[in-house]
């Protein structure tokens, strides 16, 4: 999965005192675009050092082993401009995932998410004062009202319905430029568990029952600002699975010699399918 950059290690240990070396990445960004310069496969970030404009704020975000990244405010809310250098570009965010090496692409994708946030929160959504950056923790403060935001991320259940040696799959609706399956997904909602998220989104997208359900791996996926939460669970009756016709266009019963080996090696739900293929119900 994306996240799994291993033998690299992803370390977020909040450090508001942190300065960029000559070293660090500096990550430039608009909306969902983040400045880099793409070829041949690879990316590559601005480094510090290399900036003739040092103004603005430099926010220090994570690390990744030596690596140390930061975001390039203009001021608190603001994002700094990119400098004007040839063969540079703001590039669309998902144009970057797969890109080598690949903890500097999973880098533009949380880095992204961490800009996104400060720059849609500068005032307070509550009394409209400016905000300001925690001492603390990561965090920004409201110094008029006390308002504390947190940066966003959203639950989301991925769901691997089982049913004997078959795996519900579905197809989104509206999508034909993705032909694959897909697992039955949706957004936790306020007052229900993740659990709870798994049997609402599994009877409203196919309309059947689940119990049994066991958590099997999660993912961060920036796209969304989501945590991704896998959940396989097992068929409870015997309905014959619906599309939700306003979300899917289909939803059936797949048996495992006959799911496609698609594993991309990139997203929680092209694993879990992977998974159910090789190993069936198994064990975990
Ligand atoms: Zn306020």
Not at 35 to 43: A, D, I, R, S, V
Not at 54 to 78: H, P, R, T
Not at 153 to 170: E, F, H, S, W, Y
Request: charged letters at 25%.
């Amino acid at each position: 999965m994306i996240q799994n950059i291993e033998p690299k290690t992803y370390v977020n240990h909040y450090d508001p005192e942190k300065k960029p070396s000559d070293a660090a990445f500096v990550i430039f960004f608009d909306n969902r675009k983040i400045f880099c310069k793409t070829g041949m496969g690879t990316l590559r970030f601005p480094t510090y050092g290399a900036l003739e404009d040092k103004s603005g704020l430099f926010v220090y975000l994570f690390s990744i082993d030596g690596d140390e990244f930061y975001l390039a405010l203009e001021k608190q809310g603001v994002a700094k401009a990119p400098p004007a250098w040839e063969g540079w570009d703001l590039a669309p965010l998902f144009s970057l995932q797969r890109l080598q090496p690949k903890h500097l692409a999973y880098a533009a994708l949380e880095a992204s998410t961490l800009g996104a946030w400060y720059t849609g929160n500068r005032y307070c959504g509550r009394c409209g004062h400016e905000m300001v950056h925690s001492d603390t923790e990561r965090a920004l403060r409201c110094p008029d009202c006390g308002n504390l935001l947190y940066p966003k991320i959203c639950p989301v259940a991925i769901v691997g319905v089982r049913n004997g040696d078959k795996l519900l799959l579905t197809k989104y609706k509206g999508r034909p430029q993705v032909p694959f399956y897909a697992l039955i997904a949706g957004f936790a909602e306020v007052g229900e568990s993740i659990e709870d998220t798994v049997r609402r989104e599994v009877m409203e997208e196919t309309g059947v029952h689940v119990k049994n359900l066991h958590f099997y791996k999660s993912q961060p996926w920036a796209l969304s600002d989501s945590l991704l939460m896998g959940f396989f669970c097992d068929l409870d009756g015997d309905e014959a699975p619906h599309a939700d016709q306003t979300e899917l266009s289909v939803a059936e019963w797949v048996d495992r010699k006959d799911i496609p080996n698609r594993d991309d090696g990139f997203s929680l739900t092209s694993e879990m399918i992977e998974y159910f293929r090789v190993n069936g119900k198994g064990e975990y």
